[in-house]
């Protein structure tokens, strides 16, 4: 029969299972279930060798099987696990399987140089080893969760939470860098951005877009349009706000223009496909309720197919379109483990009101 199968290498073969679960737990995404299983091998490799010394009639060839064994185990567990846990904490930077590879390489000429001299040694006496040259790879079983709970004892975060708001969303839309835009937000911080523009189209028709054509019409004096692809303005905002804003850019001259797409920009004008037939709500018709998305009316009238193109010229372009959720800081940590437990909430995981990002940020902060 090929190899040795007694008392003496069980912990050696018990410690390659766990360095073997250890690597395929970390290509899984799961390093700390690695960690653990790094730490276990280092265990059972520290006491193998005395396991096999405990044998006393063990056969020349015995010693030297148990000599290559050990070295092979060592290879995977303390050379290649270390460094595929590494890799899946980190990202896929060049510089990371740089220093992957440079590891596994050197824990390989360390146990390669290891067995050659170990074999002189004991070719020459009987023994033990008082020292060894180098470091043992075999360090890496508490050196890398030494590192990886340090943070842990100065101080660092358990939980991390991401709440780093959205992005605006900046549609491609034909002959849009043609004419002079700017975002709301942008405009209401920085007013000197308005430069004057007498007439302004306002893009988007939610509580940013209504509440920023408001201010431009009376506090300005602008003549303002606005133009939405949904039926409804402020859909999801406060009746009372809804209606009083409507009703005063109304009597203001304010142009409001739902269910219309926008299909292109030309320098001083946009043009947009918009729904005229007899299903299109009256967007001045302020008493009529607006559903939430999850109620159904069967009495309310269904939009028909028609459509007209209409234009519309500005001086200045306002985009209100809004944000969109901003995840990539949330995936990046996902990736990266910065803490054990970790949470994306408000604009970062779904662009709102404030009202719903406060209450998110008061339930978790009551679970956590």
């Known amino acids: 029969m090929i190899?040795?199968?007694?008392?003496?290498?069980?912990?050696?073969?018990?410690?390659?299972?766990?360095?073997?679960?250890?690597?395929?737990?970390?290509?899984?995404?799961?390093?700390?279930?690695?960690?653990?299983?790094?730490?276990?091998?280092?265990?059972?490799d520290a006491f193998d060798g005395r396991i096999a010394r405990t044998k006393k009639n063990r056969t020349e060839q015995e010693k030297r099987f148990g000599i290559q064994i050990d070295s092979l185990n060592d290879v995977v567990c303390f050379g290649v696990l270390p460094g595929?846990?590494?890799?899946?904490?980190?990202?896929?930077?060049?510089?990371?399987?740089?220093?992957?590879?440079f590891y596994i390489l050197a824990a390989l000429i360390r146990l390669a140089y290891f067995n050659?001299?170990?074999?002189?040694?004991?070719?020459?006496?009987?023994?033990?080893?008082?020292?060894?040259?180098g470091v043992p790879v075999t360090a890496a079983s508490f050196v890398m969760p030494l590192f990886w709970a340090l943070p842990l004892?100065?101080?660092?975060?358990?939980?991390?939470i991401y709440a780093v708001g959205a992005k605006r969303i900046s549609p491609r839309i034909p002959g849009i860098d043609t004419v002079n835009?700017?975002?709301?937000?942008?405009?209401?911080?920085?007013?000197?951005?308005?430069?004057?523009?007498?007439?302004?189209?306002?893009?988007g028709g939610g509580a940013v877009g209504m509440e920023t054509a408001y201010w431009l019409s009376y506090e300005h004096g602008c003549?303002?349009?606005?133009?939405?692809?949904?039926?409804?303005?402020?859909?999801?905002?406060?009746?009372?706000?809804?209606?009083?804003?409507?009703?005063?850019?109304?009597?203001?001259?304010?142009?409001?223009?739902?269910?219309?797409?926008?299909?292109?920009f030309e320098p001083g004008r946009v043009l947009v496909s918009r729904n005229i037939s007899k299903g299109a709500p009256d967007v001045y018709c302020t008493w009529t309720p607006v559903l939430p998305k999850n109620v159904v009316n069967p009495l309310a009238p269904k939009m028909g197919p028609e459509t007209v193109v209409e234009e519309h010229h500005a001086e200045l372009f306002v985009n209100a379109?809004?944000?969109?959720?901003?995840?990539?800081?949330?995936?990046?940590?996902?990736?990266?483990?910065?803490?054990?437990?970790?949470?994306?909430?408000?604009?970062?995981?779904?662009?709102?009101?404030?009202?719903g990002a406060t209450k998110a940020a008061y339930n978790l902060a009551q679970y956590i």
């Open 153 to 160: 004892r100065l101080g660092s975060a358990p939980a991390v």
């Open 3 to 44: 190899g040795v199968y007694d008392y003496t290498v069980l912990a050696t073969y018990l410690s390659l299972a766990f360095g073997v679960s250890g690597i395929l737990a970390a290509m899984n995404g799961s390093p700390y279930s690695a960690l653990l299983c790094l730490m276990v091998s280092g265990l059972l």
């Open 84 to 101: 595929v846990i590494g890799a899946s904490l980190g990202g896929g930077e060049w510089w990371l399987r740089a220093s992957v590879l």
């Open 116 to 133: 050659v001299t170990e074999e002189e040694r004991q070719s020459a006496t009987n023994e033990h080893r008082h020292y060894y040259l």
């Open 223 to 264: 003549r303002i349009t606005v133009i939405d692809m949904l039926g409804n303005f402020m859909d999801g905002a406060c009746t009372a706000n809804r209606g009083h804003i409507i009703h005063y850019l109304e009597d203001n001259g304010a142009k409001l223009v739902n269910c219309a797409t926008i299909k292109s």
């Open 321 to 355: 379109l809004g944000r969109r959720a901003d995840e990539s800081q949330y995936l990046e940590g996902v990736k990266q483990h910065v803490a054990k437990e970790i949470y994306n909430i408000g604009d970062s995981f779904q662009a709102g009101l404030v009202w």
């Open 181 to 203: 835009m700017v975002e709301a937000t942008e405009l209401l911080r920085n007013p000197e951005k308005l430069g004057g523009a007498k007439k302004v189209v306002v893009l």
